[in-house]
């Protein structure tokens, strides 16, 4: 645990397999259930499966949480959950019962067991959508870049692609 200084952090959740919208649900209550606090939860969001956009499509939040969890314990955290929904270490990005990313750590930089700010987040649709909803001012941590110049910066077919649902 962090000196016992509450920590706000951003947090994507997603799945393509079963009852997405269910698994999703699952997943809030679940975190729940580890002690950490549900500030904010975007809509829905849905899109195509990335990188193979075959694959049945997602279904994607945003959560903006608050925990005293160290990232490292909040990654093992998470992971473990993605194993209790049946996630196996098949192919990188195949499709997956529930998956759970930290997107953004107070704003930290970090290059340890986990990668913060998520390294790909600011060109995926599913994450920047949900997560302007949640915040319009937000800045990536490390460009900077205000969430609607990355929200511009996406390719038209990424715009075009996703839906609220």
């Not at 849905?46 to 608050?66: A, D, R, T």
Request: aromatic residues 10%; hydrophobic residues 40%; proline residues 6%.
């Amino acid at each position: 645990m962090l000196e016992n200084q509450a920590k706000r952090i951003y947090i994507a959740i997603g799945s393509n397999l079963g009852n997405k919208r269910d698994n999703i649900e699952r997943a809030k209550f679940k975190i729940l259930q580890k002690g950490i606090k549900i500030l904010a939860s975007s809509s829905l969001y849905e899109s195509l499966s990335w990188p193979n956009p075959n694959n049945p499509k997602f279904y994607n939040i945003v959560l903006k949480i608050e925990t005293n969890y160290h990232p490292i314990e909040l990654l093992k955290i998470f992971k473990n959950l993605e194993d209790e929904f049946g996630r196996r270490k098949l192919a990188k990005n195949a499709p997956r019962f529930c998956d759970i990313d930290i997107i953004d750590y107070k704003n930290l930089e970090i290059e340890d067991k986990v990668i913060l700010p998520h390294p790909r987040m600011h060109t995926r649709n599913f994450v920047l959508f949900p997560l302007f909803e949640l915040d319009k001012d937000w800045k990536h941590p490390m460009s900077k870049h205000h969430i609607k110049n990355l929200l511009l910066s996406l390719p038209i077919t990424d715009i075009n692609s996703i839906k609220q649902i």
